[in-house]
């Protein structure tokens, strides 16, 4: 059959042949002018035209998509012609769809604009894009139906109506394969949340494809610095188990643990040796250690450092797996290579984002020498912000290869946060809300504004905070904060206060932060009736001053899922105008580490200090006490000094706590985390009345603690045994806390 139909396409087109077109005549339009037709056809009177000539104008005029059929034919040395336009789309719409956010994500993508023609057979393309952006909203049954609707001069309005039908919900998330870690762990280092009623504000508890993607980057950088160099994970998390309700399956293969071996550092002979004594120093302390991702780029930040100093571009890391037994060597290598320098950094896509938000996070600069390392700093830095969906770049280099130019393309997405939540435990029940804007006015400015009311306090607080003041490396912080604290049944007084913070933090040196800020305030004391003599005359109302500088060196492996590293933190008060000249000194340091596998042990120490600059009274809501957290196995604020029956606090106070996680005992206990922890504390002083005893013993306590995740919601217990006491204290065995932010 096809060679029939070829032989008589050869016999309909030789009569074609060699003809000459001495007129062209076209018939059928209405918009398109007889010129642009001709244009499109590439055809003029005198030209020869033959059956190569026919094909060739009839796929012209096809390829300008201004028409729907087309004729042509030749009498008596005559092109005729005969076209039927496309309609023309005078508007296109979208119902179904009230977020304006996704609606205008849909107009941008749908193929069809107005003005342009109409042609049907982009309709499934279409249809097939709404589809998948609104996959990405969590719409995964989404239906689409496209209206037309058609008007005079062979005009159409488009009609998209949409069902978006509900979010798909995350159900739950499981972990296939030898995975090692507990379940619990693992969803916290991902951002996907499986869905639970309390969490109605959060996000993360949709299906969302973007999410999954970068959850699969988060475990597999969580095994890479484990040891698990080949570490592979695969993700199967479209699979259905309810109506719009989906299981995420992650299948993790961490295979064998490696550790350091061998380290190699090979460098051009002019390099000064003596630079390379620290990193040297650093190949001997991970020796053995399980291999790690953040220790290897650690080590190629620090030969950035010196190569930058000798003037070379570009460092090439090679990572060499030594098959011997669970071993890795790794050969550094530092290349000179040519330089080029970057030309131009283009930033595209940014419609709320500011210019100067991306340009502060990137380390290079137009006319600096391209540097590689440098570069992926920067793209990290950008991510970091957490504004952007997706952040893409693509590097084009000049003919010379001597100048770059780099595009910067980024996808922005929702920077807005809505929370609200509650609990309720032995001392009471909690509510918390409060609203956040990220990136306010497109300027990378945090604005937050909250409020959390218990039965002893409500507590309210606006604040914004930059990030990058001025263009800086320094953050701007400024608040006001209002709050009333109702202690009259616990420690014999009740407190008032109003005012603001305004203060500065940067990166001082490598991991250690350094902040400056004052804060001022208005606060009114009042006492019971039953108070003593020294209390009621604290009573009475205060203007507060202060100057607050402190220091916080971060060395943990990560911010969240800790396992290895610490922090430590140092906060000096000092008034500026006040009443008592009340100097507070607060210290904080945190250990952790791993005693065996899948598990996370810490040590931590609490140092506080309150007294009177000009040997004054200290007031009673600026007395000490140790956090609850510190001190199980006794009543929150119930130990120590007491005046009369209220317990008042100290003007010292100390605090250490060790803790160890407990292996997982039941395979099907997943949602359940078991700790022993040992508490030890003191808080004494008194300085407004010697005659009270200090109660100045050292307390202790050991214990289990649990951290059970219910479908009601997050719930921890502690039972706790007091080891050493005072008889004034209030011992409490058993402590509970029920309820979540979100």
Not at 399 to 407: E, H, V
Not at 537 to 556: E, Q
Not at 696 to 710: D, V, Y
């Amino acid at each position: 059959m096809l060679k029939i139909y070829t032989f008589l396409f050869f016999l309909i087109f030789t009569s074609l042949s060699a003809e000459i077109v001495n007129k062209v005549e076209i018939t059928g339009n209405q918009r398109v002018s007889n010129e642009t037709i001709k244009m499109f056809a590439d055809i003029s009177n005198g030209d020869d035209f033959d059956s190569n000539d026919f094909n060739e104008t009839l796929k012209n005029l096809y390829d300008s998509n201004f028409f729907s059929s087309i004729e042509l034919k030749i009498e008596k040395n005559t092109l005729k012609i005969f076209v039927e336009e496309f309609p023309i789309i005078q508007n296109v719409s979208i119902e179904g769809i009230e977020k304006k956010k996704i609606k205008e994500e849909l107009l941008e993508n749908i193929t069809f604009k107005p003005r342009t023609s109409y042609n049907k057979i982009f309709l499934l393309k279409d249809k097939n894009n709404i589809t998948d952006i609104l996959k990405k909203f969590g719409f995964y049954f989404s239906k689409t139906q496209i209206l037309i609707k058609e008007l005079e001069d062979n005009k159409i309005d488009l009609i998209y109506q949409i069902e978006t039908g509900e979010k798909s919900r995350i159900k739950k998330i499981t972990f296939l394969g030898d995975k090692i870690y507990k379940d619990k762990k693992l969803r916290n280092i991902i951002i996907s949340e499986e869905y639970k009623f309390w969490k109605f504000i959060s996000g993360k508890k949709f299906l969302n494809e973007s999410l999954i993607t970068y959850d699969i980057k988060l475990l597999k950088n969580f095994y890479l610095n484990k040891g698990y160099y080949n570490v592979k994970i695969n993700s199967s998390f479209a699979k259905l188990i309810e109506q719009n309700e989906f299981e995420l399956i992650y299948n993790i293969n961490p295979g064998k643990k490696i550790l350091f071996n061998e380290f190699k550092l090979n460098f051009p002979q002019d390099f000064n040796l003596a630079n390379y004594k620290k990193i040297n120093k650093y190949f001997e302390d991970l020796r053995l250690e399980p291999y790690s991702l953040n220790a290897v780029e650690k080590i190629i930040d620090e030969i950035q450092i010196i190569t930058t100093n000798e003037q070379f571009e570009s460092v090439n890391a090679t990572i060499k797996e030594n098959i011997f037994e669970n071993k890795i060597n790794i050969t550094f290598n530092v290349v000179e290579t040519k330089k080029s320098y970057i030309k131009k950094i283009n930033i595209l896509g940014n419609n709320v984002t500011a210019e100067s938000v991306i340009r502060n996070q990137i380390i290079v600069d137009e006319g600096d020498p391209f540097n590689e390392i440098l570069f992926s700093k920067s793209i990290n830095n950008i991510k970091a912000l957490n504004f952007f969906r997706e952040v893409t770049t693509k590097i084009s280099e000049d003919k010379d290869d001597k100048s770059k130019t780099i595009d910067i393309s980024i996808v922005e997405k929702p920077t807005g946060e809505i929370f609200a939540g509650a609990g309720t435990g032995t001392n009471g029940a909690t509510v918390s809300f409060g609203i956040k804007e990220n990136n306010y006015l497109g300027k990378g400015l945090s604005v937050d504004t909250n409020a959390n009311i218990s039965q002893e306090s409500i507590r309210g607080r606006f604040a914004v905070y930059n990030p990058n003041y001025n263009n800086s490396d320094k953050s701007v912080n400024f608040s006001i904060q209002a709050s009333e604290d109702d202690k009259l049944n616990t420690y014999g007084y009740k407190s008032t206060r109003t005012g603001f913070t305004i203060g500065t933090r940067f990166e001082y040196f490598d991991d250690l932060f350094f902040g400056i800020s004052t804060e001022n305030f208005v606060e009114d004391i009042t006492v019971t009736s039953k108070a003593s003599a020294k209390q009621k005359k604290m009573a009475g109302n205060y203007l507060d001053s202060f100057i607050s500088l402190d220091f916080n060196l971060d060395k943990r492996d990560q911010k969240f899922a800790t396992s290895k590293g610490y922090y430590s933190f140092y906060n000096i008060d000092l008034p500026i105008l006040s009443d008592t000249g009340t100097l507070n000194n607060t210290y904080k340091y945190k250990y952790f580490t791993e005693l065996f596998e899948n598990n996370t042990s810490s040590f931590s120490l609490l140092l506080g200090s309150s007294f009177s600059a000009n040997n004054k009274d200290i007031k009673l809501s600026e007395r000490l006490f140790i956090p609850g957290s510190r001190l199980r196995g006794f009543e929150r604020g119930r130990i120590g000094p007491k005046d009369g029956e209220d317990f008042i606090g100290g003007n010292y106070m100390s605090a250490i706590n060790l803790s160890s996680s407990i292996p997982q005992i039941f395979e099907n206990a997943q949602n359940l985390d078991l700790s022993l922890f040992f508490d030890a504390a003191n808080v004494w002083g008194i300085d407004y009345d010697k005659s009270i005893s200090e109660n100045s013993e050292i307390r202790s306590s050991i214990g289990i603690g649990l951290n059970w995740t219910t479908v009601i919601g997050p719930l921890s217990f502690s039972l706790a045994q007091p080891i050493t006491k005072a008889d004034t204290d209030i011992a409490e065995t058993f402590r509970f806390n029920l309820g979540t932010t979100f």
